[in-house]
């Protein structure tokens, strides 16, 4: 990848650059799904995670699970789980706009007073798109995008995935991306476009 490229993927539509990684092991909880599914969800955690040389575990000692992943049929279906209104300010009227969007997904991030992110919540409105995709697909799919703080605008054109002698994959570019993001010399967070260069520059060096 270029600058300009790596720069783009942390640049959101207003303009503003944001990076931001995980600073505490992630532990995520899996909410609506059975246990096949449970199992293949774990599974894309475990492997991004060891890509990114970074951490599970089974307890935030602060939070319980840090990275809460929801399957539902419904935006309605969220004002009814409880507590969620306090994990998630604004509950209600979020869910009114995602509606209005026809919107399939939405991640809320919470950071660290370094920028480092701190908890994320993943919503997975199971709609016809969604339903067709192989849970694999899906499972590996949303765990990139909860690794790292990336554009929301990153993957609108381009899916973080591949397909490779019949296999989804992640694409090679992305996971190299992700590897040099998290070397420990960097910052856990950046709002300044000069990251991108210091991302590339290590990415030259990943073999």
Not at 89 to 117: H, K, S, T
């Amino acid at each position: 990848m270029t600058p300009d490229e790596i720069e783009a993927l942390f640049t959101r539509e207003s303009g503003e650059f944001l990076f931001a990684r995980w600073g505490r092991p992630i532990a995520p909880i899996v909410f609506g799904v059975e246990e096949e599914t449970l199992a293949i969800v774990k599974g894309a955690f475990e492997a991004v995670v060891a890509l990114a040389g970074h951490k599970l575990t089974e307890t935030d000692p602060e939070l319980g699970a840090n990275c809460m992943v929801f399957f539902f049929r419904d935006w309605r279906e969220l004002p009814q789980v409880p507590d969620l209104d306090r994990l998630v300010p604004d509950l209600g009227p979020l869910v009114e706009r995602l509606i209005a969007a026809e919107a399939n997904q939405y991640r809320v991030f919470r950071f660290e007073e370094d920028g480092a992110i701190r908890a994320a919540f993943v919503f997975l409105k199971m709609d016809k798109d969604m339903s067709r995709l192989p849970a694999e697909t899906l499972a590996l799919s949303q765990v990139v995008q909860t690794i790292l703080l990336w554009s929301d605008t990153a993957f609108r054109d381009a899916s973080p995935l591949a397909v490779a002698a019949g296999a989804t994959i992640l694409r090679p570019d992305i996971a190299e991306l992700i590897r040099v993001a998290y070397d420990p010399v960097l910052p856990a967070a950046a709002n300044d476009p000069a990251h991108a260069l210091r991302l590339f520059a290590r990415q030259e060096q990943v073999p």
